[in-house]
Structure formats: C-alpha cells, structure tokens
C-alpha cells in the first residue's frame, strides 16, 4: 500500500470505533488492525494523547478475575469524530476528484 | 520475552517520566498480555519494549511542549510533595524529641508510654516505608520494658538520676535518632525520583521556547 496512514487519520478511526461501542486495549487494536492494516504497536501513544485532550475516558471492569480497562468516548470525542469524518469527506473527494482526472483507468 | 521482562524493561525506559505515565503503560502492557493469551503474540504485537517506551517518551514531550498546563500541574505536585515532606519532618522531629521527655518523666505510666510508641512506630513505619523502623522501635520498647521492671523491683531509689532513668533516656534516643534517621533515607529516594521528573521537565520546557 503505497499511502500512509497519518497521526490525523489514525485518531480519527480510533474516536470512531469508539463511537459505535466502548471497548478495550486489546479488541481496539485487533479491529484496527484489521481494517487498516496498521501495526498494534503504535496505537497506546494515540489513545494516551486522546485521553489528556479530553476525547476518551477510561474506565474498569473486573473479567474473570481480573481487571480489564475500557475507553469510551467523551462528548468532546464524539463531536471531534463527527468534525473529522466531514472533513475526511471533503478532503478525499478533492483526491478522488484529482487521481480519478478525465480517465477511466480501467 | 515474557510478560514481566517486558514490563521491567519500559518502567526503566520511561524511569524519567511521571509517575502516572510510568502506571499507565504498565497497566496497557500487562491487560494487553492477559488478553492476548499467548505472550509471543503481544509482544509481537507491542513490538520491541524499547521502542515502544521511547513512543510513549516522545509523545509525551510533544503533549508538555504543546500544553504548558500539564508542565504547571507537574510543577505544583512538586512543590506540594516538598513542603509535605517538609512538614513531616518537622512534625517527627518535634515529637521524638517530646517522647523522650515523655519517656523521662512518666517512669510509673509504662503502658501509657507503650502504647504511644507503637503508635509513633507504626506512623513512621507507614510513612518511610522502610522496614527497618520496625525492629528499632521494637528494640527500644524492650529497653524501656527492662527499665520499668527494674524500677519495680527497685524499692530505694535515692539519686534522682538511676540507671532505670538512664535507660529510658537511651531509649527514648535511640527512637528519636533512628526514626529520624530512617526516615530521612527512606524519602531521600523518592525526592531523588522528584528531583529527576523535575529537572526533566524543566528542560523540556526550556526547549519548548527554543522551538
């Protein structure tokens, strides 16, 4: 995949999967790693940075014995995803727009 | 790697950082193992323990640089942790040396006396989480213990100074000096540990106007 997936865009799927449930270290990274293909290795900076700008909180869960943290979106996060995604929309239909130009490309 | 070793590794990668940075990437590493199952695969996913500790140091620089509030709760947790420091020292200080006194001049209200120093022990004790206080207090309990049966099967006190003064004197000493002591080594490692986050932050903050 020649295209990265910036700081930006990574917030931005991690404040959505949040937003359709709450969820835990482990579950995050495996749903985003299978979506984006993104290694689990860099995800705990990015919900550590969100948690202290306020768009998750944590909180705990005694399973099995044993204590589990999940994250769950703030008002703040939600708004911020909805911001991100018509910003996306924009943003990538400009891109479309341009890679698609006058061809077909087929 | 096991669970453990990759712990130990980040908490002295991130040894310079607060605290509750440190607490929270442990408490990450050690639920994402638990969940994993199977400790190749974490930390296959987590990646080498280095690096992973250093993306957490550099975001974390990033988040004081950009946010100077965070710098400013940092900086008065230090000074608070300090004058607390502070104020416990005076307070032992103060009252080891009114035990003493207590000591001298209570000679018959030994269960009086008793009582009190477990309590100032077991104070101490908490606070400089030092297991050595213990075994001092205990020690210069059964000083006094000695001291107070000899003074009972001792009808003819005629000097105003005994040798059961005098061990009640030695003992109540050697309490004041020894908490005293201890206490002192047991917060000296961790204003180390403050003194090391604040200088950390300082830099990072004078850097941050640099940029």
Not at chain 1, 54 to 76: C, F, I, P, Q, S
Not at chain 2, 31 to 59: C, M, S, T, W
């Amino acid at each position: 995949m020649s295209f990265q997936v910036g700081s930006t865009i990574l917030d931005a799927c991690v404040l959505s999967v949040l937003r359709k449930k709450d969820t835990y270290g482990y579950q995050l990274n495996q749903e985003i790693k299978e979506k984006l293909g993104v290694s689990e290795s860099t995800l705990y900076p990015v919900l550590r940075r969100l948690q202290k700008e306020g768009l998750l909180t944590t909180y705990d869960e005694a399973v099995m014995g044993r204590n589990r943290r999940y994250y769950r979106l703030t008002e703040k996060g939600k708004e911020q995803s909805t911001i991100y995604y018509k910003e996306w929309k924009e943003f990538s239909g400009k891109i479309e727009e341009i890679l698609k130009g006058e061809d077909d490309h087929e | 790697m096991n669970k453990q070793e990759y712990i130990e590794i980040i908490k002295r990668r991130l040894a310079v950082l607060p605290q509750e940075e440190i607490d929270e990437a442990v408490l990450y590493v050690s639920e994402y193992f638990e969940d994993a199952g199977n400790d190749e695969k974490a930390v296959q996913a987590l990646g080498n323990p280095n690096e992973f500790a250093d993306r957490i140091k550099d975001e974390y620089i990033i988040g004081i640089r950009e946010n100077p509030k965070e710098y400013q709760r940092y900086q008065n947790n230090y000074e608070t942790i300090k004058a607390n420091h502070a104020f416990m020292m005076m307070l032992m200080m103060v009252t080891s040396i009114f035990l003493s006194i207590l000591a001298y001049t209570l000679l018959n209200e030994f269960a009086f006396f008793f009582v009190v120093v477990i309590l100032f022990s077991s104070i101490v004790f908490s606070y400089s989480k030092n297991i050595m206080v213990l075994p001092l207090a205990i020690f210069s309990v059964l000083i006094i213990c000695s001291s107070w049966v000899f003074i009972s099967f001792n009808t003819t006190l005629s000097s105003s100074m005994s040798l059961a003064d005098g061990l009640y004197l030695i003992g109540g000493m050697l309490i004041s000096i020894g908490v005293f002591g201890l206490s002192i080594y047991g917060w000296k490692n961790e204003y180390k540990k403050i003194m090391k986050e604040n200088q950390f932050l300082k830099n990072l903050y004078k850097k941050r106007d640099v940029l």
